[in-house]
């Protein structure tokens, strides 16, 4: 069984800080694959990195980014220099590769509200 | 262009009323997926379908039914729902290749059961 755990559900922030969101999973996959997503209150969920297990390098884009470590499970996302525009709900999410032909099932964290104040 | 299209965006039914949902992309994705979202709560998988069949039914009561007429088109109808039914319902889609099975999500239909 695969789970993912947001333990914040609700962060705020003001402008210009740093702020941090963590995502611990559970698999017994040894082949994964790692997404964070960001939902605007608009509803739609934006796609924001992938990392797979094998690759634990950090990724940096722009203001994200994201630290992945597989001895803890964990894989945690940093906004710098927070914006209004950053506030969203933020969901990560792990995925089990089915079969070629059985496409792939994404578990969702819980979610975190992050709201920033200007 | 990585844009999933759904229609409607707002949707208001009775509970003895039929309806559709429509979803529509043209990335040449052979998966497509719809999910279910409560307010505040993550999405929870309803159905995934690949190169046009269906693969997976997460358990979803008969009165959703889905649909894909063709790779780019993925229906759901709406019969007899119940007021907890109301959420926003979501698409998407990706490839089938394990290197690039990134799901892209459509802005969602909000449905509301009276």
């Known amino acids: 069984a695969q789970k993912v755990t947001q333990a914040q559900t609700e962060i705020s922030v003001v402008e210009k800080e740093d702020v941090t969101l963590d995502c611990v999973y559970e698999?017994?996959?040894?082949?994964?694959?790692l997404f964070w997503y960001k939902q605007p209150p608009s509803g739609e969920l934006v796609f924001l990195i992938r990392r797979n297990s094998f690759d634990e390098q950090n990724e940096i884009s722009g203001r994200y980014s994201w630290n992945f470590q597989k001895s803890t499970s964990s894989f945690n996302f940093t906004i710098t220099a927070s914006q209004v525009v950053d506030s969203a709900v933020y969901f990560c999410a792990l995925s089990a590769y089915l079969s070629i032909n059985a496409g792939n099932m994404l578990t969702f964290g819980g979610g975190t509200r992050l709201m920033v104040k200007p | 262009d990585t844009e999933v299209t759904q229609t409607p965006k707002h949707l208001v039914m009775g509970m003895t009323n039929k309806k559709s949902l429509k979803c529509e992309q043209h990335m040449g994705h052979r998966a497509m997926y719809w999910y279910k979202q409560k307010a505040k709560k993550p999405p929870e998988l309803m159905f995934v379908y690949s190169y046009e069949k269906l693969s997976i039914n997460e358990s979803v009561p008969s009165r959703f039914s889905p649909e894909c007429p063709n790779s780019s088109l993925l229906n759901l109808h709406l019969h007899a729902l119940q007021p907890e039914d109301s959420a926003l319902y979501l698409c998407?889609?990706?490839?089938?290749?394990?290197?690039?099975?990134?799901?892209?999500f459509g802005a969602g239909t909000r449905l509301s059961v009276l």
């Open positions: 698999t017994r996959d040894t082949t994964y694959y």
């Open positions: 998407a889609s990706s490839p089938l290749l394990v290197s690039k099975n990134i799901q892209y």
